[in-house]
């Protein structure tokens, strides 16, 4: 309540006043659990969408090439056999990036087959453009949520293969829940993959090696090629990219994982 003392000649104007208090919002704050629970059934992302800025090449790839190499999470359960006209092993690789990792495999081994699912546009941009020049035909680009894609597109037993590398550490301890590495994505992996189908993970994140590491052991479904709790050396296919190798040159170090499903 404010009082305001006049006299009888004056004219009171009566200005509402409204105070907001600003509480910082910390992660394990009862807002946040509360809205957690109140999107229960809510699937919680592992990527935040950054668009990030399209080359003119990337822009030109993504009209020109995508129709014909791009699929869609829309498309129903996936015929590999019909999408790249062929009885071939299928390799998936979740997040390629720039897709250079990718495009290297499928140059490196044409007698696979190679699917990249990839949210951020620039990359995709980049890997139809690589597919372009390198005129790879054994390979197709899906632009949709990985989780969506195994559960709407890839049957079961149908992959050879999976890599996932360099995912996002999300490593603040209030994000650790968005991590793509957990028990419940890898089971679900497990089931799209042909029995000895290979789950190669590659991070510089020492905590999230840990967690890999756990998760994966945790699991029944796979065995560590490297024995028990031990990491890989990394293989000549995974491609040792720029910002690694500058990693290494400040010491900095990379763990791969390599399971094969039993």
């Known amino acids: 309540m404010i009082k305001v003392s006049c006299s009888p000649n004056d004219i009171l104007f009566v200005v509402p006043v409204v105070f907001v208090v600003v509480k910082k919002i910390s992660c394990g704050s009862r807002f946040m ?28 790839a993504l009209e020109k090439y995508l129709p014909k190499f791009g699929l869609l999470a829309s498309d129903g359960e996936f015929n590999f056999e019909k999408i790249y006209q062929r009885k071939a092993p299928t390799h998936l690789e979740i997040g390629f990036g720039n897709g250079q990792s990718v495009a290297n495999m499928a140059a490196a081994h044409p007698e696979n087959n190679y699917l990249g699912v990839e949210v951020h546009r620039p990359g995709v941009g980049n890997l139809l453009r690589l597919i372009h020049k390198q005129e790879l035909t054994n390979v197709r680009v899906m632009t949709d949520d990985v989780f969506d894609v195994l559960q709407n597109n890839i049957i079961d037993n149908s992959l050879a293969a999976v890599y996932i590398y360099f995912p996002d550490p999300w490593h603040k301890r209030c994000h650790v829940k968005r991590r793509i590495i957990n028990q419940e994505f890898v089971t679900m992996l497990a089931a799209r993959m042909e ?18 590491m756990k998760v994966m052991g945790d699991l029944p479904q ?39 499903k039993i």
């Not at 659990?33 to 822009?59: D, E, M, N, P, Y």
């Not at 995974?238 to 990379?254: A, I, M, N, P």
Request: hydrophobic share 35%.
């Open 222 to 260: 796979f065995k560590n090629t490297a024995g028990e709790g031990a990491y890989s050396l990394r293989p000549e296919w995974r491609t040792l990219t720029k910002f690694e190798q500058r990693g290494h040159r400040l010491g900095h170090d990379v763990w791969d994982l390599m399971f094969t």
């Open 195 to 212: 029995m000895a189908g290979l789950l190669h993970m590659a991070t510089d994140w020492k905590d999230y090696a840990w967690h890999m």
């Open 33 to 60: 659990q509360q809205k957690s629970s109140s999107l229960k059934g809510h699937r919680i992302r592992s990527f935040v969408r950054r668009q990030g800025r399209l080359t003119a090449a990337q822009s030109f």
